[in-house]
Nanobody, 125 residues
């Protein structure tokens, strides 16, 4: 059974940091790109960041460049999203997702193969 389990969300003040984790199981981790997406109430889903598990290529949305860092621990089949300098507009449910195609990862309209259930990040002003 494929599982993607997010953790690390919570409430933080503007300017603070959070580290999200995505623990993957049930598929060959090295063959997949793992992406982080977010969706705020009343807004469309946004691709935030992606990493290729095989060669560590990364993608960042312009809105998070310089503030968020994605990384992976292939030995633990886990991807992390370090979020610094958080802003109230970063408030959303954050989902991790997996797909074999890195080049499409991060596209808000592309349906990744597997999705987690999400973790809520709330940034207070």
């Amino acid at each position: 059974e494929v599982q993607l389990v997010e953790s690390g969300g919570g409430l933080v003040q503007a300017g603070g940091s959070l580290r999200l984790s995505c623990a993957a199981s049930g598929f060959t981790f090295d063959d997949y790109a793992i992406g982080w997406f977010r969706q705020a109430p009343g807004k469309e889903r946004e691709g935030v960041s992606c990493i290729s598990s095989s060669d560590r290529r990364t993608y960042y949305a312009d809105s998070v460049k310089g503030r968020f860092t994605i990384s992976s621990d292939n030995a633990k089949n886990t991807v992390f999203l370090q979020m610094n300098s958080l802003k109230p507009e970063d408030t959303a449910v954050y989902y991790c997702a997996a797909d074999p195609i890195f080049s499409l990862c991060g596209s808000p309209s592309y349906e990744m193969d597997y999705w987690g259930k999400g973790t809520l990040v709330t940034v207070s002003s």
